[in-house]
């Protein structure tokens, strides 16, 4: 299936959105964006989609708060200024979705909450009801007490993993490049967009992988990664960019293209079993 028939045949749809999406060029956070991407959401919801929003953006939100801790490195402030900076940023989604009669909650995971059967089911119990009564989650890492060995360590594999806990028929990452090219399109003007992926491993071969963007922890790297994990899973997976007009219903219209991973078929994936 193409990009367009991917989204239509999808009921639960998790979609994340990375801080260079939420940012404008001076860091602080695009609430356009945010308007822009809630109205899309609740068109999807009116179809009878159910949606997921995996959302960075907490140190940038943090910032915005509070300039003069933009020097500041230690990871002390970081986390302080995640804790910060999250009460700002949900309070930026809630006012976007209330606009559209939409309610939304917040859950903040670290790692080993995928990790504990107990929490694992707790967690799929309150997307269940969440979405069930048509609450938008927004699902973040916990940075104010996460550390090396218990963090996730970007929001694309989060995405991923919540993706898998809630059984997902299509997880969307938004980037500010159109998907997996060649060769970095930035730096190489004659690097190619490749718009479907069948073999991961036969993918990694052919093209360059480069750095993180400029406000974000991930990379096209990590895309990969979870890439990997939720076709293992039967989930497809959309790369696409953030920065075009409606970004959502531009996909949705064949309007704009993208990275399509698709699933693998013979998958019967549960997180919850196999915790």
């Not at 998907?179 to 399109?185: E, I, K, L, Q, S």
């Not at 991930?218 to 989930?235: D, M, N, S, W």
Request: glycine letters at 6%; charged letters at 20%; hydrophobic letters at 40%.
């Amino acid at each position: 299936m193409n990009i367009q028939q991917t989204i239509a045949g999808s009921k639960k749809i998790v979609i994340k959105f990375g801080s260079n999406s939420l940012a404008k060029d001076d860091g602080t956070i695009n609430l356009t964006f945010l308007n822009t991407i809630a109205q899309e959401c609740a068109m999807l919801i009116a179809q009878g989609k159910q949606i997921i929003v995996v959302s960075s953006g907490a140190q940038i939100a943090g910032l915005s708060s509070i300039n003069g801790w933009a020097h500041k490195k230690d990871m002390l402030y970081r986390q302080a200024l995640a804790s910060i900076g999250q009460v700002e940023l949900m309070s930026r989604w809630r006012e976007a979705f209330k606009a559209q009669n939409l309610h939304v909650a917040q859950l903040l995971f670290v790692k080993e909450d995928f990790e504990d059967y107990h929490h694992t089911l707790n967690m799929r119990n309150t997307l269940f009801t969440l979405v069930d009564e048509g609450v938008v989650p927004i699902i973040n890492e916990n940075d104010s007490v996460s550390f090396e060995e218990n963090s996730i360590g970007d929001n694309d594999n989060l995405s991923a993993l919540t993706a898998m806990l809630w059984n997902a028929d299509l997880l969307i990452l938004f980037s500010d490049i159109d998907g997996v090219y060649t060769d970095n399109p930035k730096t190489n003007p004659q690097a190619k967009l490749i718009e479907s992926v069948q073999d991961i491993d036969a993918l990694l071969k052919d093209i360059t992988i480069g750095n993180t963007n400029r406000f974000g922890t991930g990379g096209i790297r990590t895309k990969i990664e979870a890439a990997q994990k939720v076709t293992k899973a039967g989930i497809p997976l959309l790369l696409a960019n953030s920065r075009h007009e409606h970004p959502l219903t531009s996909l949705a219209n064949g309007r704009e293209r993208g990275t399509l991973f698709e699933a693998n078929e013979n998958s019967a994936f549960s997180m919850v079993t196999q915790n």
